[in-house]
């Protein structure tokens, strides 16, 4: 283990330089150094989202408009509206200077690398001998590689300007005559580096044979800063983000109710993950955890606060509720099949396998006898898609499907007599109907579904009951 830290600075938190610069740079919270440090920085706010497509509500980007077809040239405009949306930013950053003209410089020639890609990649595949399918992972790829190398290429020249000796360390393979894999990938960009007087800021995006985004797809840049973490053997890693990992939603339950987490375990922010919050793709976690590497959750904005530390053997001190999460937009898709009785486990691989087939996640699952039932994080359309391949399958099954909402209570150690009760008694007293119910042996979950509607008023009664009722003072599980 050596001395030096991994950080992770968010997309939302890079779109404001100057707390960037006095809140986390400026002022590291582990020692009396600025440097010891390396910097892992996502794309502004929003630029992710026009290079690829809406992390949200899946409005196509560049690369969503380019894979429609070899005939549709719109994505062409897009890429001129990022153009404009990078330039602006550029001119935010570093006004009329001369620095401005380098990033401008830095930024164009990447943008107009890719448009002249594009351009050539569409006029082959108009031919019939080549198909756009397979080179479309690529396209994902290089796209996404663009957000990073804008917005670490100017914190570094920013930061120089400031007086701090950073340095661009660029992942995107951009133009790159070799491909390699990952892990090689870092240890050559970091062989030589100084971390005693030096401060790297490194694209978040890095490029390797097998492909960041096949495997993690918009969680690349945790990938990223998980295996920086793990192959310089960091003595800690950090997150900063725009927010304290919370007892819920401050938005939800309001301000002076929700209560800054101080510590919990790996267990618990897999489950965070598993549910769409942004703590860290659970394999980013699983190197941290294997190695031994403190993960601490850090809000930009309040750099006096510790945050929330994330280690692997924490157990809280007393079982409790530490968090009430969940989502809303899930799809039940149930099937229901008299022959499935005795033959569950063949038709529960072939729900997988199509469920695989159409990239759609599952966040739950019912089973008994002749019933399975998937929560699924996906759009209608691709349900539509795979209730029409089951239904081939399996024609005398019954199919029902329904939006709902999962509310869930997370704690690393929820063993707390009665608890469930307490709960369903919480949810009724609001007059919220439960559609279905889970809670695991392991004792770190307990998940509701519930009708959209009744998603707001649900993560309320349940902080309320098993969060507020508690009165943890400043913060739960305080370090």
């Not at 062409?76 to 009329?96: A, P, R």
Request: hydrophobic share 40%; net charge negative.
């Amino acid at each position: 283990m050596k001395k030096h830290s991994v950080e992770k600075i968010g997309g939302t938190s890079m779109s404001n330089y100057s707390a960037v610069r006095d809140n986390i740079i400026l002022k590291p919270s582990q020692s009396d150094s600025l440097y010891q440090r390396v910097f892992v920085v996502s794309a502004y706010g929003g630029i992710t989202n026009q290079l690829l497509e809406h992390k949200k509500n899946g409005s196509p980007g560049i690369f969503a408009q380019f894979a429609s077809g070899v005939n549709d040239d719109s994505w062409i405009d897009l890429l001129e509206s990022l153009k404009t949306e990078v330039l602006q930013i550029n001119s935010q950053l570093f006004g009329s200077s001369k620095s401005l003209e380098k990033a401008n410089t830095f930024i164009l020639d990447r943008l107009e690398d890719a448009k002249r890609c594009l351009a050539d990649l569409q006029r082959l595949c108009q031919h019939g001998h080549f198909s756009l399918e397979s080179h479309i992972s690529t396209v994902r790829e290089m796209l996404a590689s663009i957000g990073e190398a804008h917005s670490a290429w100017n914190m570094a020249e920013l930061l120089q300007r400031d007086g701090v000796n950073a340095i661009y360390v660029d992942l995107t393979g951009w133009q790159s005559p070799h491909q390699m894999p990952l892990d090689e990938r870092i240890k050559l960009a970091f062989e030589n580096l100084d971390l005693e007087n030096l401060l790297p800021i490194v694209t978040g995006y890095a490029h390797c044979e097998n492909g960041l985004m096949t495997t993690f797809d918009r969680g690349y840049s945790e990938m990223t800063f998980s295996r920086i973490a793990v192959l310089t053997e960091a003595r800690e890693a950090v997150i900063h983000k725009e927010f304290h990992l919370s007892s819920a939603d401050p938005r939800l339950v309001g301000e002076g109710n929700a209560v800054p987490i101080g510590r919990t375990n790996y267990d618990v922010a897999d489950q965070l993950a598993n549910l769409g919050m942004e703590a860290i793709h659970p394999k980013a976690a699983k190197g941290l955890r294997q190695n031994d590497i403190p993960l601490r959750v850090k809000n930009t904005f309040e750099p006096d606060h510790p945050g929330t530390l994330i280690t692997g053997a924490y157990v809280s001190d007393r079982p409790c509720v530490e968090i009430i999460a969940g989502r809303k937009g899930v799809f039940a898709l149930e099937l229901f099949d008299q022959d499935m009785a005795g033959n569950m486990p063949i038709y529960d691989k072939s729900i997988l396998d199509v469920l695989k087939r159409f990239n759609a996640h599952v966040v739950s699952k019912d089973i008994n006898a002749n019933t399975i039932t998937h929560y699924l994080s996906t759009n209608l359309k691709t349900i539509k898609r795979i209730c029409a391949v089951l239904q081939d399958k399996y024609p005398e099954a019954e199919f029902n499907q329904k939006k709902v909402a999962i509310v869930s209570a997370i704690g690393s150690d929820m063993k707390v007599s009665g608890i469930l009760a307490k709960t369903v008694g919480a949810l009724a007293d609001a007059r919220i109907s439960v559609l279905a119910v889970h809670q695991s042996m392991r004792q770190v979950d307990m998940q509701f579904m519930v009708e959209e509607g009744d998603y707001e008023l649900a993560v309320k009664s349940l902080h309320a009951c098993l969060v507020e009722e508690y009165e943890h003072g400043p913060t739960i599980c305080a370090a």
